[in-house]
């Protein structure tokens, strides 16, 4: 089982220098606890301070070597030669796979901010990955081999697409995808149920399946502590999640409440992504 982390970019500083410190801090000891993988998410019209993936992931990636990179791109909300330009860059500024996590994405509001219509989300991430796909196999932007994008990345790129609860997305997975990034709200029962579908839609179509779960986590030396700070949290609505969907405890505890989903991807891949809500060593 491999264990990285998506460092959350949200700060409650009022400064926002201390937030982006402590969030290079975080990465750095990410990097010296050799994670299997560093990235960011992608989020928009935030009531506090939020940093923004793309700049904040190019000096994060000055303090990490440890090995791949990825970065969250909610594609109906980006233009794909924008986006391919974006990983092009981070890109070189490593050697190691760099993945390209995405998924639809939510909010009307958010959608008509960055102009974008919610209602085609679904049709537009598939172009968007379609695009992309043909800007870095050189042939061209909208297919146009006179237009290129400089530089592209030379090493692996990896699509983990991002589906929640619906068949559509996990088949969508499954077809255009390296990987099924599974939500965070999954607890180990319905993880398994969606499983089933993913491993139907990828044996259909003759390919290695490889579900990759992101987990929030709230791990302290004091586990009754975590627990205490778990529990606030969720009673206060944190994103919708009830208590079976968050890792909350000491190390220990938090490695065993990993082991369903461990046991579950032991059947195909030994591969899973974490997703840090908040980690204090």
Known sequence: MRVGVSLSSTSFKNDPYTGTCELIERARVANQAKLDLLSLGDHHLTPVNYFQNVPMLGRLMAEWNSGPVGCLFLLPLWNPVLVAEQVGTLAALTQSTFVIQTGVGDGQDTFEAMGADLKPRGRVLEESITEIKAIFERRGVTGNPDLQVNPIPEQKVEWWIGASTSINGIQR?????????????LNPAKAEELLTH????????????????????????????????????????????????????NPIQAAEQLLPFKDMGSQMSHEMHEHSARRDA
């Not at 997975?173 to 709200?185: E, K, N, R, S």
């Not at 839609?201 to 627990?227: H, N, Q, S, T, Y």
């Open 173 to 185: 997975a499954a077809i255009m995808g390296d990987a099924w990034y599974a939500a965070p709200f």
């Open 198 to 249: 993913y491993l139907q839609a990828c044996d259909e179509r003759g390919k290695e399946p490889r579900p990759v779960i992101r987990k929030d986590v709230i791990i302290l030396e004091d586990g009754d502590k975590a627990a205490e700070m778990g529990s606030q949290i969720i009673q206060r609505g944190y994103r919708g999640m009830k208590s079976d969907a968050v890792i909350v405890g």
